[in-house]
């Protein structure tokens, strides 16, 4: 077993991003496929969406075991059982010969991909304290952020190359190295001594007591709207690249890479100001940025005639930047609301961002991907509520950050 000081941040930091790299890569690597996914199994983009909402539906609902699984038999185990079953889903995709078996397989897909992001998090807290957690939460995000905006363009390229299938096969690929990483490289960071048993009831009583914490839900949601005002564009990209921006299947990184950089940028700022500025003041100039960001979009695309490059994407990394700059600060302060229970915390703040994703995708999206003016306003909003309960919470939250929640969770006041 591992001491929390002896597990070097650049060993972990690489391993730990690319666990969180095979989630957004089952998203976003088949975006340029849609068109022709859609023509061989004759089916519409609302068919289409689906392959996302599906998926994202399946990963917000596992996401509340991932964790608690995690806290019972160990990090190492839920992680190798999880890539397993994507690697298996992901072969499930690239045979599929309708659309109901890719939907079928996608929702496989989307049940193991969070144990990556989520278990991974609890890892990083089971090993670090402090401004060395913030800072290695900031270098895997870092890591993380590539994956956006290289996933589309290997898409692209696969697609051109192969055709849509070879998209699954790389995945099939992708998870099959990241599982032997894991095997040779990723030690077992929860100690039995320290793992809870994991019963139904328990999980249950558990969920309420955390869902009942106004600080804790109050942080979940903050991280939530957040991302979201962001993932309103990053699900709507087939539309956005396609029938906005008028470019090909080959070019969506026009798209994606100025708003991943803006997110690399972010991590790299707050993990390079981690003990010189506090957690949450540099929280609120994350939170700043991003609405600043909103409204810039927001007006351009009041005023513009046509949305087109650079200016349609500009403001997107600038969000991208203040939501990566407050996101080690958030998560953090949400996974030491329950010091014994990181995983468990992980998992429901997952599943409320997960499941608020999966109804931008499957519903609001399909009603608005087609409208610039919309897409803008709906990130405006997000940002603004994410915003405005992050204030709250800095007038009326505990005064210590990462406060543990007290022993009755369920009558905290926040």
């Not at 060993?11 to 991003?17: D, I, K, S, V, W």
């Amino acid at each position: 077993m591992i001491a929390r000081s002896t597990l070097p941040p650049r060993r972990l930091a690489p391993l730990l991003g690319a666990l969180a790299m095979f989630g957004a890569f089952s998203i976003d690597t088949v975006f340029p496929a849609f068109p022709d996914i859609g023509g061989q199994f004759g089916v519409g983009k609302v068919a289409m969406q689906q392959t996302i909402s599906v998926y994202l539906f399946a990963y917000a609902v596992m996401s509340l075991l991932h964790g608690p699984l995690s806290d019972a038999i160990g990090r190492r185990r839920v992680i190798i059982g999880g890539l397993a079953v994507f690697t298996l889903a992901s072969m499930g995709c690239a045979l599929a010969p309708g659309i109901g078996w890719l939907l079928f397989f996608r929702l496989l897909q989307g049940l193991s991909a969070g144990v990556g992001m989520i278990v991974g998090r609890a890892v990083i807290r089971d090993v670090f304290d402090g401004h060395d957690a913030q800072r290695l939460m900031s270098q895997v995000s870092m890591i993380f952020g590539l994956a956006p905006a290289i996933a589309p363009v290997i898409g692209g390229w696969l697609l051109g190359w192969a055709g849509w299938r070879a998209i699954f096969w790389f995945l099939v690929v992708f998870g099959a190295l990241i599982l032997l990483a894991v095997l040779r490289a990723l030690p077992e960071t929860h100690p039995v001594h320290a793992r809870k048993s994991f019963r139904a009831s328990d999980l249950w009583h558990g969920n309420v007591a955390m869902a009942r914490d106004r600080v804790f839900l109050r942080l979940s949601l903050i991280a939530s709207c957040n991302f979201a005002a962001l993932f309103v564009y990053i699900s709507a990209a087939p539309a956005f690249v396609l029938d906005i921006l008028h470019l090909n299947a080959q070019q969506f990184a026009w798209f994606f890479a100025p708003m991943i950089s803006g997110m690399m940028l972010g991590a790299f700022t707050s993990g390079r100001l981690a003990g010189r500025v506090g957690g949450k003041a540099l929280a609120s100039a994350g939170f700043s940025v991003c609405i600043g960001a909103a409204l810039i979009n927001l007006l351009y695309n009041l005023l513009a005639t046509a949305p087109a490059l650079p200016w349609a994407v500009l403001p997107l990394a600038l969000n991208a930047f203040g939501v990566a700059l407050a996101f080690p600060i958030i998560t953090l302060l949400i996974l030491d609301r329950y010091p014994r229970q990181r995983g468990a915390a992980s998992s429901l703040q997952a599943f409320i961002s997960l499941g608020l994703n999966a109804i931008i995708a499957g519903a609001v999206v399909a009603a608005i991907a087609a409208n610039a003016v919309l897409l803008a306003s709906t990130m405006m909003a997000f940002s603004l509520c994410a915003g405005l309960l992050w204030w709250r919470f800095v007038r009326h939250g505990p005064e210590r950050v990462g406060q543990p929640a007290p022993a009755d969770a369920g009558r905290e006041r926040g």
